[in-house]
Antibody, heavy 116, light 110 residues
Framework: EVQLLESGGGLVQPGGSLRLSCVGS????????MSWVRQSPVKGLEWLSV????????YYADSVKGRFTISRDNSKKTLYLQMNSLTAEDAAVYYC?????????WGQGTLVTVSS | QSALTQPASVSGSPGQSIIISCTGT?????????VSWYQQHPGKAPKLLIY???DRPPGVSNRFSGSKSGNTASLTISGLQTDDEADYYC??????????FGGGTKLTVL
């Protein structure tokens, strides 16, 4: 069974940092580009970033460029999102998903709350 | 990148067909055949219904179909069922290597 399991969410103060992880199982993780997508009641679904299967290419949404960094470790079948300089607008459920131009597998999401 | 425009809500009766529109620009929907549609039930992750404008992943019912004309994409759901009641989102690849989503449409099956 294909599974993506996110972790690392929680409560963080404005200006703080958080690193999210996403472990894949049931498929050949290293064959797929991987993306992060978040969802909040205010902004709805928002694509954040993608990393190619071999990590040679990364793209970011303008809203997170320069603050968030996507990376992966194929040996651990794990995708990461380092998030810095967090603001209230970054509060959301964060999903990892396979692929880029469409997202065919999604994790269950991890909640990030930004508050003092 | 501005979000794609979807109606906030649509409704239909069981057995009927409905269409959800998704309007963008020549920089996204109009410029590429990378339109996708997702279904999301409350508390669940989105589920891919359509990719590449009109392709269905394995396991997705053929009651769901997609199309595109100019800068507008459409999702048609035929033979409405009560379980189709959910939120639906469109997305598109854009000319700056980004992905943009629509604001979502709440489908009510009366």
């Amino acid at each position: 069974e294909v599974q993506l399991l996110e972790s690392g969410g929680g409560l963080v103060q404005p200006g703080g940092s958080l690193r999210l992880s996403c472990v894949g199982s049931g498929f050949n993780f290293s064959d797929y580009a991987m993306s992060w997508v978040r969802q909040s009641p205010v902004k709805g679904l928002e694509w954040l970033s993608v990393i190619s299967d071999s990590s040679d290419k990364t793209y970011y949404a303008d809203s997170v460029k320069g603050r968030f960094t996507i990376s992966r470790d194929n040996s651990k079948k794990t995708l990461y999102l380092q998030m810095n300089s967090l603001t209230a607008e970054d509060a959301a459920v964060y999903y990892c998903a396979t692929n880029y131009r469409y997202f065919d597998r999604w994790g269950q999401g991890t909640l990030v709350t930004v508050s003092s | 990148q501005s979000a794609l425009t979807q109606p906030a809500s649509v409704s239909g009766s069981p057995g009927q067909s409905i269409i959800i529109s998704c309007t963008g620009t020549s920089s996204d929907i109009g410029g590429y055949n990378f339109v996708s549609w997702y279904q999301q039930h409350p508390g669940k992750a989105p589920k891919l219904l359509i990719y590449g404008v009109n392709d269905r992943p394995p396991g997705v019912s053929n009651r769901f179909s997609g199309s595109k004309s100019g800068n507008t994409a459409s999702l048609t759901i035929s033979g409405l069922q009560t379980d189709d009641e959910a939120d639906y989102y469109c997305s598109s690849y854009t000319n700056n290597n980004a992905i943009v989503f629509g604001g979502g449409t709440k489908l009510t099956v009366l």
